[in-house]
């Protein structure tokens, strides 16, 4: 049985880290990407950090497939009234093409319009086409890139606008 519910922070944060920790793996071992190179990519992110970003008011969803936790999205208000950020949209590699991060990134907007939030913003690695293509699939505008000196790669931010029906 799949579901998607908030977080209980105290009882599934380390779940919620490996997660996170765990599906952003992937694409730092295709990409290179070290602790070294990019210290702040989910890959390496540190229980004082996730706590760090709860407290700047993320709210994470947590995916559960019989039971067990395989995936999570993080909503975060934006800069502007009706903006909102997702943050660490992550899937498990042994749960990937089940549709489990369509159907969280389908929470993330469902609670995001529940809120009144009008605009998503997402930053994702561009080199990562794969999912840089989903994202495009999904609905998501391309709204320029920016390589970093301090990153490897370079930054690809992207945006969707809610007051489009995206049915």
Same mark, same amino acid.
């Given at each position: 049985?799949?579901?998607?519910?908030?977080?209980?922070?105290?009882?599934?944060?380390?779940?919620?880290?490996? %997660?996170?920790? &765990?599906?952003?793996?992937? %694409?730092?071992?295709?990409?290179?990407?070290?602790?070294?190179?990019?210290?702040?990519?989910?890959?390496?992110?540190?229980m004082e950090k996730l706590l760090e970003s709860i407290e700047k008011n993320v709210d994470f969803y947590?995916?559960?497939?019989?039971?067990?936790?395989?995936g999570s999205v993080g909503i975060q208000?934006?800069? &502007?009234?009706?903006?909102?950020?997702?943050?660490r949209l992550a899937v498990l590699p042994e749960y990937r093409h089940k549709q489990y991060g369509k159907k969280l990134l389908d929470k993330a907007i469902k609670e995001i319009k529940l809120r009144k939030g009008k605009y998503i913003s997402i930053g994702i690695i561009d080199e990562n086409t794969l999912l840089k293509n989903w994202y495009l699939d999904y609905g998501f505008i391309e709204k320029g890139t920016r390589h970093f000196e301090h990153?490897?790669?370079? %930054?690809?931010?992207?945006?969707i606008d809610l007051k489009i029906d995206l049915t």
């Open positions: 049985m799949f579901e998607i519910r908030k977080l209980n922070k105290e009882k599934e944060l380390n779940d919620l880290l490996f %997660v996170i920790q &765990e599906s952003f793996s992937t %694409v730092s071992n295709e990409l290179n990407i070290t602790k070294e190179n990019a210290p702040t990519n989910p890959a390496f992110l540190t947590i995916a559960s497939d019989n039971n067990k936790i395989c208000p934006g800069k &502007e009234e009706d903006e909102y950020y997702i943050e990153l490897p790669f370079t %930054v690809c931010f992207m945006g």
